[in-house]
């Protein structure tokens, strides 16, 4: 285990060297010292989103997610928001690529007008990635944690595809996503790093694992399109599907699935 290294924000550093008697360039460089990238940091994972790595950095220091945004100078609204100027400082400070960076804004559903997200490339109505309650493969998180460093939640990795709708199973483990917490505060809800804490004993001790299922075609071309978006699906159905109650149409809006036609 190594040392761990802590970074105070750029506004506490600028107003500490502001009334410090310290020369210009001592306190410039002073400035690059504290303000330089975090030593101490995960490693992104496959389809992490943006408050599950900020909450492993903050876990990792024994702090709650807000409390590391705090001291790191990054506003908990914006980046909620997955406003690009949070989202590029968040990039510089865990020295993420460019396609590093990009893949992580993917799997982060990010709010554009009206009632709708943008989510892995593709527009998708707010209620289909956007719930109080937090869902999760208990396995996964499990397995997880032979990668943790320091605190046991800060290899616990909260993937984008769990909070999808449509998606109700995990696919490596045959096993229904499970509720993990709700909380109706934004805030609170993506504040993984506490809410984990809480339930990591549960999560350890199996008491979370649901009973094992069968995993249809459904739920592996979902997985896929997950995987490769965006992109364009085909799907042939009879005419007869198209007309009257319960037409495919209504059963498309009813997942929240906007339907267009196109002649």
């Not at 900020?54 to 990054?74: D, F, H, I, Q, Y």
């Not at 527009?123 to 109080?132: A, D, E, F, L, T």
């Not at 909070?163 to 696919?171: E, G, N, P, V, W």
């Not at 483990?173 to 004993?201: C, G």
């Amino acid at each position: 285990m190594g040392s761990r290294q802590m970074q105070i924000s750029s506004e506490t550093a600028l107003k500490y060297l502001a009334t410090a008697r310290i020369s210009a360039p001592l306190a410039s460089t002073w400035i690059k010292i504290l303000l330089r990238p975090l030593a101490v940091r995960p490693t992104l994972r496959a389809r992490e989103t943006i408050y599950s790595l900020v909450s492993r950095t903050a876990a990792m220091r024994g702090l709650s997610t807000w409390e590391l945004t705090a001291e790191l100078g990054l506003s908990q609204k914006q980046l909620i928001a997955v406003e690009s100027a949070s989202v590029d400082q968040l990039s510089e400070l865990l020295r993420l690529n460019p396609a590093e960076c990009a893949a992580l804004v993917s799997w982060t559903p990010q709010p554009l007008e009206g009632v709708r997200m943008q989510f892995r490339g593709a527009p998708v109505v707010s209620r289909s990635v956007m719930n109080p309650t937090v869902r999760g493969c208990p396995h996964c998180l499990r397995e997880d944690t032979n990668r943790s460093q320091y605190e046991t939640v800060d290899g616990m990795v909260m993937r984008g595809d769990w909070q999808f709708r449509h998606t109700a199973i995990c696919i490596r483990h045959a096993s229904p996503l499970v509720p993990l917490w709700t909380a109706k505060r934004v805030a609170d809800r993506y504040d993984f790093a506490t809410q984990l804490s809480k339930i990591e004993n549960d999560l350890m001790e199996g008491r979370l694992d649901a009973v094992t299922c069968e995993v249809t075609n459904y739920d592996k071309w979902i997985d896929q399109r997950l995987e490769t978006s965006p992109g364009t699906g085909f799907i042939a159905v009879g005419a007869g599907h198209l007309a009257g109650e319960k037409s495919v149409q209504d059963l498309l809006e009813d997942r929240d699935i906007e339907v267009e036609r196109l002649q």
